[in-house]
Each structure stands twice: as structure tokens, then as C-alpha cells.
């Protein structure tokens, strides 16, 4: 088994152990597709009363400028409620 697929491995698994309902590890970097649909999204105010989804816009488009070398960003999900 390669290094990386035993890295992934462990971090998901890691992620159970800690009571995360999933967890997903994608590449960092622009997503071009989605721009349009997320600054609508926005317009829309479908962000709620989340405000801080408005800030950072090209940090939340781009990862790679939100932590610079970085090559992939880990998603956790988590159900809080009861």
C-alpha cells in the first residue's frame, strides 16, 4: 500500500475514532465552476444568518489561498443535533 492511501486511510479513520459522521479529502485549489453558483448563492442570501460566508470570497473559491501549499483539504461532517 502506498504512503498516501495509508495517510487517507488514517486520517478517515481517525475522523470516526473522534465521532465525525464522514469524512471526505479533496484537492486544494481553484474551483472555477463553482464561482458563479456560490457568489449567487450569496446574492440570494441563502447563506442565512451565517454573514461570515460573505467574507473571503477568493479565499473560499481558491484554498490554496487560504493556507498557502497547501494540496488538499479535509471535510468532516458532524451531526449535532440530539
Not at 486520517?11 to 486544494?28: P, T
Request: aromatic residues 14%.
Amino acid at each position: 500500500m502506498d504512503l498516501k492511501k495509508q495517510y487517507t486511510d488514517f486520517i478517515k479513520s481517525k475522523s470516526l475514532d473522534l465521532g465525525f459522521m464522514s469524512c471526505g479529502i479533496s484537492k486544494s485549489g481553484f474551483l472555477a465552476s463553482e464561482a458563479d453558483r456560490f457568489e449567487s448563492w450569496l446574492k440570494n442570501n441563502y447563506h442565512g444568518k451565517m454573514s461570515y460566508m460573505e467574507r473571503n470570497f477568493d479565499k473560499r473559491l481558491d484554498t490554496t489561498k487560504l493556507v498557502e501549499g497547501s494540496k488538499s483539504v479535509i471535510s468532516l461532517t458532524y451531526n449535532y443535533f440530539p
